[in-house]
């Protein structure tokens, strides 16, 4: 079973808020130092102190590839989400990758992604995030229709990207992301099948480690002698 995109909140293009700049050049600032992602974070309304009930949404980033450093309570059908800067350099944010749970059935949601850094997106060209869940695990697009990307003076005129969501089951897990998230893992996995798969031609070594000490392979390329290639291409 697909996610359903026809509701009653989603039937129009979202209009864009009042004095709204489509101009300028890359924001520099970014709304407030965001730093971390969050770990299962429930969003209450100001003033609650009570458990989080059904419906109060549950945020989570923190897993390989997941960005989302803060959400914003705005009213129970809008929250503005930061999301953190590049590692080494806190002037790009373009990257999001969170999951959203304990929700309630038909819930509907205006999500603002608040702190973009880009001037020019493919956002703004057709392209929507994606979402999954833990029931239907197969990433899918948010319709166009229901996204818009625009300039915002009410955060420092950086880059919005908001979006309507209907959430249709209580007990799903739902995941949203920029565009396909390919991991670190899943990269190495691929990397081990290739070198089991072809060792006399493809090695990898040691180049470097990254900020969070994580390592940087290089590839040496060598030449395939005629034997290596009738072994690996069938020549």
């Given at each position: 079973m697909?996610?359903?995109?026809?509701?009653?909140?989603?039937?129009?293009?979202?209009?864009?808020?009042?004095?709204?700049?489509?101009?300028?050049?890359?924001?520099?600032?970014?709304?407030?130092?965001?730093?971390?992602?969050?770990?299962?974070?429930?969003?209450?309304?100001?003033?609650?102190?009570?458990?989080?009930?059904?419906?109060h949404?549950?945020?989570?980033?923190?897993?390989?590839?997941?960005?989302?450093?803060?959400?914003?309570?705005?009213?129970?059908?809008?929250?503005?989400?930061?999301?953190?800067p590049d590692?080494?350099?806190?002037?790009?944010?373009?990257w999001?990758?969170?999951?959203?749970?304990?929700?309630?059935?038909?819930?509907?949601?205006?999500?603002?992604?608040?702190?973009?850094?880009?001037?020019?997106?493919?956002?703004?060209?057709?392209?929507?995030?994606?979402?999954?869940?833990?029931?239907?695990?197969?990433?899918?697009?948010?319709?166009?229709?229901?996204?818009?990307?625009?300039?915002?003076?009410d955060?420092?005129?950086?880059?919005?990207?908001?979006?309507?969501?209907c959430?249709?089951?209580?007990?799903?897990?739902y995941?949203?992301?920029?565009?396909?998230?390919?991991?670190?893992?899943?990269?190495?996995?691929?990397?081990?099948?290739?070198?089991?798969?072809?060792?006399?031609?493809?090695?990898?070594?040691?180049?470097?480690?990254?900020?969070?000490?994580?390592?940087?392979?290089?590839?040496?390329?060598?030449?395939?002698?005629?034997?290596?290639?009738?072994?690996?291409?069938?020549?």
């Open positions: 697909s996610f359903s995109f026809d509701h009653p909140l989603s039937s129009h293009h979202l209009s864009p808020p009042c004095g709204i700049d489509f101009l300028g050049s890359d924001s520099d600032n970014a709304e407030e130092s965001v730093v971390g992602n969050v770990n299962r974070f429930a969003v209450v309304p100001p003033g609650y102190v009570a458990k989080p009930k059904q419906g949404l549950v945020f989570d980033a923190c897993f390989e590839s997941g960005n989302l450093g803060r959400v914003d309570y705005i009213t129970e059908f809008e929250y503005d989400l930061f999301i953190r590692t080494c350099n806190p002037r790009f944010r373009v999001f990758n969170f999951t959203v749970e304990n929700v309630k059935s038909d819930q509907r949601v205006i999500f603002n992604i608040v702190n973009f850094s880009k001037t020019k997106s493919l956002y703004r060209e057709g392209m929507s995030p994606l979402v999954r869940s833990n029931s239907r695990p197969k990433w899918v697009r948010i319709p166009a229709k229901n996204v818009y990307y625009y300039r915002c003076p955060h420092r005129k950086n880059y919005v990207m908001s979006f309507i969501f959430f249709d089951r209580e007990d799903d897990i995941q949203f992301s920029y565009c396909f998230p390919y991991t670190y893992t899943k990269l190495q996995n691929y990397l081990d099948s290739i070198e089991k798969k072809y060792p006399e031609i493809f090695t990898r070594e040691l180049l470097c480690l990254t900020v969070p000490s994580i390592n940087v392979s290089i590839f040496p390329i060598y030449l395939l002698t005629y034997s290596m290639m009738k072994k690996y291409m069938d020549i």
